[in-house]
Nanobody, 119 residues
Framework: QVQVVESGGGLVHAGGSLRLSCAAS????????MGWYRQTPGKQRDMVAS???????NYADSVKGRFTISRDNAKNTVYLQMNSLKPEDTAVYYC?????????????WGQGTQVTVSS
């Protein structure tokens, strides 16, 4: 079992920056991929950025060049630095941790943190 807890959301003006953090605990040795997703009311949860245990990153097109995901394996923490924020970035942001056990994928989610960008 893995637990993930997000922090760092809040209200910011357009053009501003926020940094989200996600701390993992539990069976952390089994965590491979970690990432950030976001969701707005009535819409599906979409991937924002992901990072492997080796540091390979992937970003949604809408955030490329503005957001940076990083990972500190020693602290079992993943970060999302969000710059040049836009009102359309407003959403609940969820941290995700993935483990693979006997070939089966298990996804673990945090409780979410609200990011609101005012125009």
């Amino acid at each position: 079992q893995v637990q993930v807890v997000e922090s760092g959301g809040g209200l910011v003006h357009a053009g501003g920056s926020l940094r989200l953090s996600c701390a993992a605990s539990g069976s952390i040795f089994s965590i491979g991929l970690m990432g950030w997703y976001r969701q707005t009311p009535g819409k599906q949860r979409d991937m924002v950025a992901s990072i492997t245990s080796g540091g390979t990153t992937n970003y949604a097109d809408s955030v490329k060049g503005r957001f940076t995901i990083s990972r500190d394996n020693a602290k079992n923490t993943v970060y999302l630095q969000m710059n040049s924020l836009k009102p359309e970035d407003t959403a609940v942001y969820y941290c995700n941790a993935v483990t693979i056990h006997y070939g089966r994928r298990y996804d673990y989610w945090g409780q979410g943190t609200q990011v609101t960008v005012s125009s």
